[in-house]
């Protein structure tokens, strides 16, 4: 047995399967609306034949157009539940890829706010070394780590007044006023 009829037995096999899962979707329907739809035709039918004699020819014939239509009208309803259970999967597809999106974007948009609060406080940061002579500029790095009045002094070769004049210009505004506290 050669390459060429192992493929045509696999195409073979891939179109039953395909005409298999064909026939099967068509299946779908609803519960519902197909059980309440079979009903009302089967009442109209019983209720054509119990017609009297002289009209029931007349009533057999309506009786089997009922039955015509009734036969056509579930083959579009199937189709047409068919076409809304596709439909709906789909939208629900979509909805879960629009809410993986959005969390997504939130994410990133949470991590800008982070990236935009810390840029802010390198800028003020910046802003008070300007404001800072260069010769306090080591002084206020200091200030910046957390370290003493003292130790800034001793280390920087300034006064201790002036240390702490350096670490109230460095400090946030909203510590030095939880430290007066």
Known sequence: MGAREVLWIVVA??????????????GVKDADVSGDDAGADTIEVDTSASVDDADASEDRVTGETVVAQSTAAPDNEAADSFGLALEVRQLRRDAAQLRGEIDQLRAEQLAFRQSINEQAAQLDAARAAQRVSPLYGEALALVRRGMTAEDIAERCSISVAEAELVKSLGQDPAEGSEGAR
């Open 13 to 26: 096999v891939l179109a039953v399967y395909l005409v298999f899962q064909l026939i099967r979707a068509m």
